[in-house]
């Protein structure tokens, strides 16, 4: 279980480096988000990303920069399960559940209600 | 018979008059400081249609009908439709065509549509080609939004200089003779690209555009800025006015007394979040709902486009844009 | 004095001088506030279905990610996630609210256009380069620390 503190602090402190770029820079928030993703999933891959969810609990799990983690983890822990080809069928697997459940309700959604603006 | 003076300028022989105009509005608009000069103010975005294109279109013809009902015409006896808006194949224009029944004459100039339709009604007349055409243009929020940016219920923060586009349509019936507002000359602009990239600073992306329509005007016709009771541009938005006050001051031209932008107009203090109103329609409805009621002898309307799409952004182009000039005789 | 309609370097000098500043201190703060504060919510979702509904620890991000994707869209749906992240930025772009954010809002614009053509291509037109990017990079990592 994690403290609530650290979640509050690394969850704002990944958002306010975010900030920083969204504003001082010309990078459009999809560039930011793709840079947070991919460098997640690098220290995914360095082993660095893991002891930051230990300590920040949700603060690093939720922020984007987790699912960059999150795929890369599952290619590596499947490849090392059943080799090379591990790395395609194990990406999605930790991320599974965060992608599916984002269609089924992006469909079911998009059902029921109309935007407003 | 219309002439030509100097670059661009095309000096109308006859000139042609405004018999009938009309404007409508969404809610913001209505709520704004123009909202008591509209024709009619919608309640909400939908307008009773099943998508934002629909309401659009809506818009357009209701605008349209008015007008024709203001000009004692019908349907039937418009000579030629002008019209064109921002949504690709500029199908609030083309399929309200389809609905009057009239000779269509489709334009592109973004949001300085509204100056290109007067232009073109205006030489048809003088040319004895038409007896009465009719201009028509529109834009609204969300059908802009969905095309240009973002989907309408995105997280998105906008910065400060960018601009709300604004939800309403306008149209003016053009003859040769009657009652009504005249317009006297006209300045076709020339495309302009200063290198802004940014397609949220709109501002700045068109007023070289405009300051180059407003110098190339004045010189064509050994005019100045104070022969005119007010100049107005389109939409720049406050950033974009304060560039062409500057740029006007180091071309010999003061423009800080009588100028104003409609993109400032539309909206009040508290209704404008960043740099004003944008789109077809704001100089639209801020010269026809406001201008045209405030007693003035002449006033040079200035509407400003921008002549990107989000294609050309991707693929790392400058924001290109263009900016016509009218001058009405009241 | 200079011409600068013909001189794009100075005129975007210009520009960039009357530009204003971005409301940065505001944007920062809310920034911090708002995505530390969408984060402690979760960690408190996540406590609750590690000892209410006996997820162990590990397992317990599927359930706790699911459920704040659900919270993000039902915000979405109702009109209201725009007009909090009009003011939060990334606070609520960088959670994975953003990205359930992204996918909902283009569901429900695309609707118009029907559900093949529209909810169903278009679902993705903001959310997929994070999905591909992520996906790339899981490519590349576990490619080079197969090898190593």
Redo the contacts between chains.
Sequence with gaps: MGSYLTAFLVGGAICLVAQLLFDLTPLTPAHVLVIFVVAGGVLGGLGLYDPLIKFAGAGATLPISSFGNALVKGAMAEAARSGPIGILTGTFELTSSGITASIIFGFFFALLFNPKG | MATKKGKQTIVFAVKPVIIGYSTVAGPKEGQGPVGPYFDKIYPDLAMGQKSFEKAERQMMLNAIDTALEKASLSRSNIDYFVAGDLLNQIISSGFSALELGAPFLGIYGACSSFCEGLIFAGVLVDSGAAQAVITATSSHNNTAERQYRYPIEYGAQLPPWSQHTVTGAAATAVAVRGLGPRLELATVGKVMDLGIKDPLNMGAAMAPAAADTIFTHMEDTGRNPGDYDLIVTGDLGKIGREIVVELAQRQGFDLSGNYRDCGELIYSKEQLENAGGSGCACSALVTLGMLFNQNYKRILVVATGALHSPTSYQQGENIPAIAHAISIEF | ?????KD??A??A??NE???K???AK??TM??????????L??????IY??FFNFP?ERA??????T???IS??L????V??K?????????????????????????????EG?VLG?GSK?F???G???V???V???V??????LL
């Design positions: 004095m200079k011409d600068l309609l794009p370097a005129y975007q210009l520009a009357k530009k204003p971005p409301r940065l944007n920062l920034a911090f506030l708002v995505g530390g504060g969408i984060c402690t979760g960690q408190l979702i996540q406590n590690i000892k620890p991000g599927d359930p706790t990610t699911t704040v994707i659900f869209g039902l979405t749906a109702l009109g996630f725009d909090i992240a009009r003011h939060a930025g990334a606070g609520t772009a960088v959670p994975v609210t953003g990205f359930a954010n992204s996918i909902v809002s283009a569901a429900l614009e695309f609707k118009r559900f909810v679902m037109i903001l959310a380069s994070v999905i990017f992520g996906v990079t899981a490519f990592v576990g490619l080079i620390s197969a």
